[in-house]
């Protein structure tokens, strides 16, 4: 479950558990990484974990549908 925050760390280690799981392929895994890496989510720390989460829910659930 992805809650308010995610880390940059715990992004990495969820985007590797989704591909060892092949539950993703490595290249969506690289742009889920890409897209919640700190250069993109370039904003005051205290939000950026807000807004990894938010991109990490999303890209999930277009993934899903």
């Known amino acids: ?3 308010e ?3 940059k760390t715990q992004a ?3 985007t590797r558990a989704l591909h060892e799981q092949h539950l993703i392929s490595e290249r969506e895994a690289r742009l889920m990484r890409a897209a919640t890496s700190d250069v993109a ?3 005051p720390l205290n939000n950026r974990d807000h807004m990894r ?3 990490l ?3 999930l659930s277009a993934l899903i549908q």
């Open 5 to 7: 925050k995610v880390t």
């Open 53 to 55: 989460a938010r991109v």
């Open 12 to 14: 990495i280690r969820l």
């Open 57 to 59: 829910k999303a890209m």
């Open 41 to 43: 989510l370039a904003s």
């Open 1 to 3: 479950e992805i809650g």
